[in-house]
Antibody, heavy 118, light 109 residues
Framework: EVQLVESGGGLVQPGGSLRLSCAAS????????MTWVRQAPGKGLEWVANIGQDGSEKYYVDSVKGRFTISGDNAKNSLYLQMNSLRAEDTAVYYC???????????WGQGTMVTVSS | SYVLTQPPSVSVAPGQTARITCGGNNIGGRSVHWYQQKPGQAPVLVVY???DRPSGIPERFSGSNSGNTATLTISRVEAGDEADYYCQVWDYGSDHQGVFGTGTKVTVL
């Protein structure tokens, strides 16, 4: 079964750090670009970051540049998002997704909640 | 940055046709993808590359894209189609930036 499972979310204070993980199974992880998308409570979807198959290409939304780092481990079929200097506005459900045919987000995880609050 | 605008809500009776628009500057020159999101669930890809359907998505879902507007059409609407729908494109101008539309809530009357 093709599956993505996120973990690592939780409650963190402003200025703190958190590392999200996304475990892939059922497909050849190393052949796909991967992405993180977030959704603040009651709001729409927001693309956060991409990473290429070999990790050499990485792109970020402007609001997280310099604070978040996307990475992947093909040997472990896993995607990560290191989040530093967290702000209240980073509070959201974070989804990982694979980028498949025509660069659409074709497989999604169930999401992990990140709450930034004192 | 590139902006995609959707109507906040669309209401439709069962069996009728729902049309959800996604407006953007010369969006017809881009490949548009559409996602369905039901409450408490992850999004699901329903149309990719303007008008193609992933395996398992009913033929009732179709898409078109021309000029400044892309459209997702849901024919013979069912109660189970009630959800939020988002369009999405890539902005390759400076970085590989993903862009989502503002989202449309489809209500089945």
């Amino acid at each position: 079964e093709v599956q993505l499972v996120e973990s690592g979310g939780g409650l963190v204070q402003p200025g703190g750090s958190l590392r999200l993980s996304c475990a892939a199974s059922g497909f050849t992880f190393s052949s796909y670009w991967m992405t993180w998308v977030r959704q603040a409570p009651g709001k729409g979807l927001e693309w956060v970051a991409n990473i290429g198959q070999d990790g050499s290409e990485k792109y970020y939304v402007d609001s997280v540049k310099g604070r978040f780092t996307i990475s992947g481990d093909n040997a472990k079929n896993s995607l990560y998002l290191q989040m530093n200097s967290l702000r209240a506005e980073d509070t959201a459900v974070y989804y990982c997704a694979s980028i498949g045919v025509s660069d659409a987000f074709d497989i999604w995880g169930q999401g992990t909640m990140v709450t930034v609050s004192s | 940055s590139y902006v995609l605008t959707q109507p906040p809500s669309v209401s439709v009776a069962p069996g009728q046709t729902a049309r959800i628009t996604c407006g953007g500057n010369n969006i017809g020159g881009r490949s548009v993808h559409w996602y369905q999101q039901k409450p408490g669930q992850a999004p699901v890809l329903v149309v990719y590359d303007d008008s193609d359907r992933p395996s398992g998505i009913p033929e009732r879902f179709s898409g078109s894209n021309s000029g400044n507007t892309a459209t997702l059409t849901i024919s013979r609407v069912e109660a189970g189609d009630e959800a939020d729908y988002y369009c999405q494109v890539w902005d390759y101008g400076s970085d590989h930036q993903g862009v989502f539309g503002t989202g449309t809530k489809v209500t089945v009357l």
